[in-house]
């Protein structure tokens, strides 16, 4: 995941900041959960907290969802889009139907990172990418919007080669 989020970063930033924060909301909402569900003698370790929070059905599959959702707006291709997105969805499914609890992973799994996905993209702000390029914010500032198909894929410029001397 960490090697997926540095080359969304690379690529394109505006979706990355995106799925950052988006997973932060998330994780620091289950964090709080757990947290509150293990309410013992305090203080509390952080150990059985962190242990409660992957162990909630669906937590990790909703990091593969936002990963997902985070791919799928910096891609270009449609096809890998799609292929991201079926992955992504077919791991969320897998972790809801084998659930003790189906409702309480269909939230963790899909609902926590949904909202979180989308508060992510009302709290995002312009940023410093100029208009035009691929990173390009909405004008409100506020969506990743999903690179359309005509759009021109990044090029490196040709770079002019020097003549070479006639051997022999």
């Known amino acids: 995941m960490a090697l997926t989020l540095l080359w969304l970063a690379h690529r394109h930033l505006a979706a990355y900041a995106r799925a950052a924060v988006a997973l932060l909301l998330s994780v620091s909402a289950g964090l709080v959960f757990a947290a509150t569900e293990s309410v013992g003698a305090l203080p509390m370790p952080q150990g059985p907290?962190?242990?409660?929070?992957?162990?909630?059905?669906?937590?990790?599959?909703?990091?593969?969802?936002?990963?997902g959702l985070a791919l799928a707006a910096g891609l270009s291709a449609v096809r890998a889009?799609?292929?991201?997105?079926?992955?992504?969805?077919?791991?969320?499914?897998t972790s809801v139907l084998i659930a003790d609890h189906m409702m309480r992973g269909a939230v963790w799994a899909v609902g926590v990172p949904l909202l979180a996905w989308y508060v992510a993209g009302r709290v995002?702000?312009?940023?410093?990418?100029?208009?035009?390029?691929?990173?390009?914010?909405?004008?409100?500032?506020?969506?990743?919007?999903?690179?359309?198909?005509?759009?021109?894929?990044?090029?490196?410029?040709?770079?002019?080669?020097?003549?070479?001397?006639?051997?022999?």
């Open 49 to 67: 907290v962190v242990r409660d929070y992957v162990a909630l059905p669906g937590a990790l599959a909703g990091w593969y969802l936002l990963t």
């Open 81 to 93: 889009r799609i292929a991201t997105m079926v992955t992504a969805l077919s791991a969320v499914a």
């Open 124 to 168: 995002q702000r312009p940023g410093t990418p100029a208009r035009g390029t691929a990173d390009a914010w909405d004008p409100e500032g506020r969506v990743v919007e999903f690179p359309r198909r005509d759009a021109p894929t990044r090029h490196r410029r040709a770079t002019s080669s020097a003549p070479l001397r006639k051997a022999g």
